[in-house]
Structures are given as C-alpha cells and as structure tokens.
C-alpha cells in the first residue's frame, strides 16, 4: 500500500511550547490529508480535514487557534499545536487520501508528551 | 449513541481458530466501509477496503458488508499470534472522504 510518514515519532516539551508535527505522502500526491488524535484505549478521533491551497476544516470542538494546520504542498502536511499543555499530551496522527484508489492511509504517528 | 458500534473486547481466539469481528451504523449515508488494524502505539494499517453490500475476500480476510441491516464484518480465518492488535472499523460517506471510526476490538490470539 501507499505509504505516509510522520515526523517526529515522539515529542517531549515543556508547558507553553509549540510543537510542529509534520506529515508527508512518500509516492502519491495528496490534496486531502485528514488529522486524528487517539488517547489511550479510545478509538481515532478526527480532529480536521487539510486541504491543499486552502484553509483546513476543523471538527467541532477542536480550536483552530490551537492546533495550526498548513498543507502547503501536495505531499506535505503540518499541523502545529500551539502553547501546548498537559492535557494536549496524545497520540497524533494523520492520514492521506491516495487519490488513485480513494483510499486512506495512516502515517506511524506522533506520540506527543507535554509536561 | 454512537454512528458506529463496535465492541471493545478483548475477544481472545485460540491460534487457528477464525476472528469474527462486526461494526452496526446508524446513518445510511455511508457507503463506503474499511476495517483497519492497529498494533500498539502505530498508526493503523488498512486491511479491507469495500463499498458494496456483499462479500470481499482477501487472503485470510473476508469482509462482509451488509448495507439493509447496517451491518458490516471481518473474518479472519487461520488466525496466527502476529494478528493480535486492535481492529477498526471505519466508515464514509464518499469515496476519499473523513472516515468515522468504531470504538475497535482489541483481539488476543493466543499460541
């Protein structure tokens, strides 16, 4: 299958900090990349739907101010979580549309730890 | 209650035996039907991939989606210990589009 990747793997900050997580499709080009948060034993949340060229569309209840999302190429996406605290500590990942098979695939995730 | 139900486990199967695996929904409006597996702490993997009512075979995996009863299935069959992992169900209303996920099942295969 198609394949996704996610940079970093796991992040440590401090309170306050703002941290960027980038996400990019290997061998296909992408218009639509899609941002889910998972906490522990709870399923795939999505949290905003990144479209390239233009702004992303947040889910209801996720602060766009908070969590900055730029899909500035075909094959990049980057979401950056602003001012982080504690309870913004998760498992982020994102997904990409392969627009070939209309099938979406999962970066390995980026496991976020603020203290 | 939930667009997609899907019972959490654990579902613990012996090594062999077959995986039976199900997600009800409630809006008509998706027609396009995925199951992922997800090791922890990884990204989820997609296995199946369907948008009509009826079977699709893939190796040891078959998914049945029954569109009437908004009912849709994985089957595992020779299950091995590396298929232990959590398996999700994942649903949309159009091709490419934002996925709405089940709870998932965590499964246990045991040697």
């Known amino acids: 299958g198609a394949v996704v990747s996610q940079h970093p793997s796991r992040v440590i900050c401090k309170s306050g900090t703002s941290v960027k997580i980038e996400c990019r499709s290997l061998?296909?080009?992408?218009?639509?990349m899609f941002w889910y948060r998972q906490f522990p034993k709870q399923s795939l949340m999505l949290m905003a739907t990144s479209n390239e060229g233009s702004k992303a569309t947040y889910e209801q209840g996720v602060e766009k101010d908070k969590f900055l999302i730029n899909h500035a190429s075909l094959t990049l996406s980057t979401l950056t979580v602003t001012s982080a605290h504690p309870e913004d500590s998760s498992f982020y990942i994102c997904s990409a549309t392969d627009p070939g098979t209309e099938t979406q695939y999962f970066g390995p995730g980026t496991r976020l730890l603020v203290l | 209650q939930k667009e997609v139900e899907q019972d959490p486990g654990p579902l613990s199967v012996p090594e062999g035996a077959i995986v039976s695996l199900n997600c009800t929904y409630s809006?008509?409006?998706?027609?396009?039907f995925m199951w992922y597996r997800q090791y922890s702490r990884k990204g989820p993997e997609l296995l199946m991939y369907t948008y009509s009512s009826g079977n699709k075979e893939d190796g040891r995996f078959t998914a049945q989606v029954d569109k009437s009863s908004k009912y849709i299935s994985l089957f595992i069959r020779d299950s091995q210990p590396s298929d232990s992992a959590t398996y999700l169900c994942?649903?949309?209303?159009?091709?490419?589009?934002?996925?709405?996920f089940g709870g998932g099942t965590r499964v246990l295969v045991k040697p």
């Open positions: 809006n008509s409006a998706f027609q396009y």
């Open positions: 061998d296909f080009q992408a218009t639509t």
């Open positions: 994942a649903l949309s209303a159009a091709a490419g589009n934002k996925l709405t």
